[in-house]
């Protein structure tokens, strides 16, 4: 009997600490990971050295407002620090900035980025 106990607290053990990891997806099951959010902003940042300033899910208005895009979308932000060029509309170089936002869908979809960040 006390062998079952203790096997049993050993399984609920094990099946809490699956249950409390920190680098699921918004949505349990559905997009990518907060680590794959993460990689994928990389890959959209310019800036092999930045660094993480923020990665979280919610909805879209949180961050920014994207014409076209519902405000209550699900998104993953993530905030990068370094050194980014800057996104202006003026014709000929625009001073670098120190940090960017990327927004990604939950499926690790690219949907806009802003830099510098305004969060």
């Known amino acids: 009997m006390t062998r079952l106990v203790i096997v049993l607290a050993v399984y609920l053990l094990m099946a809490c600490a699956a249950g409390a990891e920190t680098h699921s997806s918004p949505s349990p099951g559905i997009g990518i990971t907060r ?5 994928l902003a990389f890959q959209n940042s310019g800036d092999p050295d ?5 990665a979280e899910s919610g909805p879209l208005n949180r961050y920014l407002t994207v014409l076209g895009e519902p405000p209550d979308r699900a998104v993953w932000a993530v905030v990068l620090d370094g050194t980014f060029p800057k996104e202006c ?4 170089p625009c001073p670098d900035t120190p940090s960017k936002l990327v927004i990604l869908d939950l ?4 949907v806009t980025s802003e830099s510098p960040s305004p969060r």
């Open 50 to 54: 930045a660094t993480v300033r923020l």
């Open 107 to 110: 499926f690790g979809r690219f």
């Open 89 to 92: 509309p003026a014709p000929g």
């Open 35 to 39: 680590d794959q959010a993460i990689e």
